[in-house]
Structures are given as C-alpha cells and as structure tokens.
C-alpha cells in the first residue's frame, strides 16, 4: 500500500473513531502519542470534587475528571493509568474544566 493511500486509510478510521465517540457524548478529544482520550461532560458530583480538590491536590482533582469524564467505550484509558502521559494531558483537562459553561438562572418573587 502507498503512502499516501495508507494515511487515508487511517485518517478515515480516525474520523469514524470520532463520529462514534461524538454520537457516545463526547464533547472533546485529547491525543497523546496515538493515543485518544475522549470526553464526555462531567456530571456535577465530579465537578463539584474536582473544584474542591484543585488547591489541595491538582492532580487528584484533574484525574477524577478525566476519569467522570471519559468515553470509555472508544478511549484509550492507558492514558490515564501512564504517569508521564497523564501529566502531559493535565493542562488540557484544566482547559477543559475552564471551557465548562455553567447557564445562568434567574428567579424571581412572586
């Protein structure tokens, strides 16, 4: 197979990967050396812990997002479990933490 017909091969098994991941919830996709981690968004308990835990124990605070937040299903969770790659996602998970929007409610005295 050519060079070139090989990269397309892989480029549409990598946009499939990611049609599937998109249509599991997933919101954003990390790579490290070939590797994808996808995420969905967190659910408030994993937020709320994440918030509460930044100052004490960063790491601890952006593991248990990526791991609330993971598509398991199409993710390759080694990444979380490898140190070196995880802190090299660390600052990616504080972006995505950062890029959650929270809607504004409004109340009002009847």
Avoid: W
């Amino acid at each position: 197979m050519s060079k070139i017909k090989e990269e397309e091969v892989i480029e549409k098994v990598i946009d499939s990967q990611d049609v599937l991941a998109k249509s599991l919830g997933a919101i954003k996709c990390i790579e490290v050396n070939d590797k994808r981690l996808y995420l969905k968004m967190p659910n408030r308990h994993a937020i709320g812990v994440a918030y509460s835990q930044l100052k004490i124990n960063a790491v601890q605070a952006y593991e248990g997002v990526a791991r609330a937040s993971a598509v398991r299903e199409v993710s390759d969770m080694t990444i979380i479990e490898n140190d070196i790659e995880f802190l090299s996602i660390m600052s990616e998970l504080a972006e995505f933490l950062g890029e959650i929007e929270l809607k504004k409610s409004h109340s009002r005295i009847l």
